[in-house]
Structures are given as structure tokens and as C-alpha cells.
């Protein structure tokens, strides 16, 4: 069967506060890439990730999300216990999203749900991904993280447990070049491609 080949643009948020360990990225990150949603996309991912420290985020997440058919967030009662951690996660196949969300919300308790990205939305609450770590990129069973090697990746242990090739893609952060107007081409995806978009 063919995989569906509509990319999207998706996050995936998390209450930090639900995961017993202080290093809740790490086991977040397991949760991503223990299936093989992401290594058998059809095209490079680009994953960024981070804490959204907007407060009234913790007390009703809903109207950072976009309602579509993608999004399985619900609005709760309960407020977030700490900070809401999202993974970005860009050119993932819709079918490759569906069961991600599906597989990590059977295997994660602290698991809010996914939402679409709207890179042109004028809304503030909805661009809290421009505020993410762009991170790594996600190509079969290569990770190539952002950044030096002398730097490290704070996952590379467990991404090679999995299977996973950790490269580095040598490059500096774009904020620090001048005039860098082009992300460096390991960093982009179909959705983001200049510096100014981020």
C-alpha cells in the first residue's frame, strides 16, 4: 500500500508535570520514536521541541490549537500540573500523524494531543511553536541533529538504542549568522525554508 504523501505541519503537546522523570524530553522523545511512524515517512522530518511558558496555556490549551480534522486535543477541567512540552514536528504524512497520536496516547498518560500548524495564522497564542528549539531531522534510520558534535545531543544515547544514526550537521544557529536569509538545508522542510518564517 502507498503511503499517503499530504504532508503536514503538527505538534504534539505533553503536561511535563504527568512524567515521573525530570528529563520528561528524553521519554517524550522515546514515546516519538519507539514506533516507526517517523523512520518510515516518506520524506525527511524536521523536529523541533521545547516548554510553552504562556501560563493560560496550563489553564485551557484549546485556543493555542487549530480545530481541524487533524486536531485531538479536547478541552479538560483539570489544569496542567507544570509546563505543557511540545514536539514540532514538520513533513510527517497525515496517515504516519494519525497513528502516532493514536499510538502515543494509548502509551503516554501525559499526553494532550496533537494540533495543526497554521504558519500564516495572525494569532499570537498560535505561533507558540516559533518559540521551539529547532532540534533534529528524522530521515529512515538517520538522525541528524542541528549543531555541532562537540555540542552533543542530549538524546543520542537513546536514539541509538533504537537503531537510529546519529550525524551532526556541522552548522551554527542561523540567529547568529548575518545575513543568513535561507535556513541551512538540513533545516528545511517543505512548510519552513527562510530564516524570517521562524
Not at 10 to 28: N, Q, T
Not at 39 to 52: A, I, L, P, R, W
Not at 91 to 113: F, H, M, Q, T, W
Not at 177 to 186: G, K, P, W
Request: one cysteine or more; hydrophobic letters at 35%; glycine letters at 6%.
Amino acid at each position: 500500500m502507498k503511503e499517503d504523501l499530504n504532508l503536514c505541519m503538527v505538534a504534539f503537546l505533553f503536561d511535563s508535570g504527568k512524567i515521573e522523570s525530570s528529563f520528561y524530553g528524553e521519554v517524550i522523545f522515546e514515546h516519538l520514536i519507539k514506533g516507526n511512524e517517523l523512520s518510515n515517512n516518506m520524506s525527511k522530518v524536521v523536529v523541533s521541541e521545547g516548554d510553552v511558558f504562556h501560563r493560560e496555556a496550563y489553564d485551557d490549551i484549546t485556543p493555542y490549537t487549530i480545530k481541524n480534522e487533524l486536531c485531538t486535543i479536547k478541552k479538560v477541567d483539570d489544569k496542567c500540573r507544570d509546563y505543557i512540552f511540545a514536539v514540532l514536528i514538520e513533513d510527517i504524512s497525515v496517515n504516519n500523524a494519525i497513528k502516532l497520536d493514536k499510538r502515543i496516547k494509548e502509551e503516554c498518560i501525559a499526553y494532550l494531543g496533537m494540533t495543526s500548524i497554521d504558519i500564516d495564522s495572525t494569532d499570537v497564542r498560535k505561533q507558540f511553536w516559533k518559540m521551539l528549539r529547532r532540534d533534529y531531522s528524522i530521515e529512515g534510520e538517520t538522525l541528524t541533529c542541528f549543531g555541532n558534535e562537540e555540542a552533543g545531543f542530549a538524546y543520542s544515547k537513546k536514539a541509538k538504542e533504537y537503531g537510529f544514526r546519529v550525524n551532526y550537521d556541522g552548522f551554527p544557529d542561523e540567529q547568529e549568522c548575518d545575513n543568513q536569509i535561507r535556513l541551512f538545508s538540513t533545516r528545511q522542510s517543505s512548510f519552513i525554508t527562510k530564516v524570517e518564517q521562524l
